[in-house]
């Protein structure tokens, strides 16, 4: 059963207007960057009681304390007392930054998450995980809170860049295939344009729910959702380390072929799954070029994982289609060939 904090909404204005005549708060203010105050905003202001706006400028290089400091700033300029509420109108960058702005201010106030992204909807805005950068770490400063609302609504993903729509779709992939063969079967069988948004957006968020209800610290079940993301984090990480940015799916994407492929070698994973999984992939995301190198020097940076434990490379592996495992003990060389394989891939597979 979905928490009652989460609605799916046909009518994003209405539902706010609803949810909020309840609450009573004594102050609004709207969190937007330039993107969604431009394309997501208007869908639902006309039907807001008076509020005020804060705009910051969009990108994962905002999303650090100076920003909100900015917005603390504002909020304190415009007087938010402990009974106001902040509408974070954005994506994951926004809702991270905008929520942990407001579960801190004054110690906390009410915070409705309104995610515009397909990555925030069905992933970033679900299991209460707030936080900033910090000098390069990677949402090193943040609290756990849950939001009084978390809205979703697929119209806003009709304005989303096309890149920014395959990024999110990633962790969509990632969540059938470590959760539920049928509905991977059902995904795997249309291109990205040709997705029913809805049903898809319903079952990655009841299954994030689901699992981020049950273990909401980590430290079991939740591990299961970094599927794809120790080996596609390293070459991410490398990559940037080399001023060569590739968007967050890509490497889920490659993360999950990657150690796909681990787990093939291991026999948890069919040559016939395996297979169909990582033409699905490529044909969405092509592949990223490394050369033996960059294998060699992005494998080690598995070592640096946050979930590694000891010196052990903690990893989880599919175990069949619909199925994963989480905490298995990886080698650098099993790193190594997954991402040899990954190379030897050729180039692009059409769906
Ligand atoms: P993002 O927030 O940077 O948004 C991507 C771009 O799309 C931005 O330029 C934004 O302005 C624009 N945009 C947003 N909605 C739009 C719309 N409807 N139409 C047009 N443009 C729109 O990126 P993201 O991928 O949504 O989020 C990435 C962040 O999410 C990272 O910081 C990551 O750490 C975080 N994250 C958090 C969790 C969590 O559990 N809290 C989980 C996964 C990712």
Not at 165 to 180: N, P, W
Not at 298 to 323: E, F, P, W, Y
Request: glycine share 8%.
């Amino acid at each position: 059963m979905l928490p009652d904090n989460i609605l799916f909404s046909v009518d994003p204005a209405n539902d706010l207007t609803a949810f909020l005549s309840q609450k009573k708060y004594s102050k609004l203010i709207v969190l937007t960057d330039e993107h969604t105050h431009a394309h997501c905003y208007p869908l639902i202001s006309p039907a807001l009681p008076e509020h005020s706006v804060i705009e910051i400028r969009s990108g994962e290089e905002q999303k650090n304390l100076h920003t909100c400091a900015q917005i603390w700033k504002k909020m304190t300029d415009e007087a938010l007392d402990r009974h106001a509420a902040m509408i974070v109108l954005g994506g994951g960058v926004l809702g991270d930054m905008g929520g942990f702005c407001a579960a801190t201010y004054k110690r906390g106030i009410d915070f409705i998450l309104v995610p515009t992204t397909l990555l925030a909807q069905v992933d970033a805005s679900i299991g209460g995980k707030l936080g900033v950068d910090f000098e390069h770490l990677k949402n090193h400063i943040g609290v756990f809170q849950q939001p009084a609302l978390t809205l979703l609504y697929t119209g806003f993903l009709k304005t989303l860049p096309e890149a920014e729509l395959r990024s999110g779709f990633a962790e969509v992939i990632k969540h059938t295939l470590i959760s539920d063969k049928e509905m991977w079967e059902t995904i795997s069988q249309r291109s990205l344009h040709k997705q029913d948004w809805n049903a898809l957006l319903k079952h990655s968020v009841a299954f994030k729910a689901k699992v981020t209800t049950e273990d909401p610290k980590e430290k079991g079940l939740r591990k299961i959702l970094n599927a794809g993301h120790t080996i596609g984090h390293a070459v991410e990480s490398y990559l940037l380390g080399i001023n060569q940015r590739i968007l967050h799916g890509e490497a889920i994407a490659l993360g999950l072929v990657a150690e796909g492929y681990i787990s093939h070698e291991r026999g948890m994973l069919n040559v016939v799954d395996f297979k169909d999984m990582v033409d699905y992939i490529l044909g969405i995301y092509g592949k990223v070029k490394l050369t033996e190198q960059q294998i060699e020097e992005a494998s080690q940076l598995t070592v640096q994982d946050k979930k590694n434990k000891g010196n052990k490379i903690l990893c989880v592996l599919q175990d069949g289609i619909g199925r994963a495992r989480w905490d298995c003990e990886i080698s650098i060389d099993e790193v190594k060939r997954a991402l040899s394989f990954y190379q030897s891939l050729s180039d692009i597979v059409s769906i």
